[in-house]
């Protein structure tokens, strides 16, 4: 199968994640985009949404042991997600993204039951939320709200316990040149 994620990029976000101890996905993902070598856009971000997530839930779990395991796993599918999904096949990388982490925390088949119930109503109002957008693309914002829908969705289906911080204003438009600026919800004039 192919990967579309660069090494530098997945040994960043992979060794971010198992030094991390915290709760809070969002704040991870937030320090890992913020890093100076990361890039505007680019299917990494498939990867670092699935990560935090794991990242959070293994701290949150006590599955230290497992934690790098399971990022390789999480790894694997995510690098399999093709860049510029949400043009080409009408989903959210990061939605996918979303689901190949609660499907691995589940242990979830496509002969599961409630299992499968679960991991479709979390991708589900994930993608909803980004249905909310028009385009271009912007892989911050998709990660950001991918990262935080699920939290929510899963302290509530799952009985997680993650932090769950407000959404932030962009910090990242003046980096973006397709970005959408006062047609998007995170951005503010006063950056600029």
Avoid: W
């Avoid at 856009?41 to 293994?58: D, K, M, N, Q, S």
């Avoid at 991991?119 to 028009?134: D, P, S």
């Avoid at 407000?166 to 951005?187: A, I, P």
């Amino acid at each position: 199968m192919k990967n579309y994620i660069p090494e530098k990029y997945a040994r960043l976000i992979t060794e971010y994640c198992l030094e991390s101890s915290s709760l809070n996905p969002l704040g991870l993902a937030y320090d890992i985009m913020k890093h100076e070598e990361m890039r505007m856009h680019g299917p990494e971000h498939h990867y670092l949404t699935a990560a935090v997530v794991i990242t959070a839930y293994c701290n949150e779990k006590d599955l230290g042991a497992e934690k790098g395991e399971m990022l390789g796993k999480i790894l694997y599918r995510t690098g399999a997600i093709p860049p510029g999904t949400c043009g080409f096949y009408g989903v959210c990388g990061a939605v996918l993204a979303v689901g190949a982490t609660v499907s691995l925390i589940l242990e979830a088949t496509p002969f599961s039951k409630n299992e499968l119930k679960v991991l479709n109503t979390i991708t589900a109002k994930c993608q909803q939320e980004m249905a909310r957008f028009e385009g271009p693309r912007c892989c911050k914002r998709a990660t950001l709200l991918n990262v935080y829908t699920a939290a929510k969705c899963m302290n509530s289906m799952l009985e997680t316990a993650f932090i769950i911080e407000k959404l932030r204003v962009c910090e990242f438009s003046q980096s973006n040149e397709t970005c959408g600026m006062g047609e998007c919800q995170f951005y503010t004039r006063e950056q600029n």
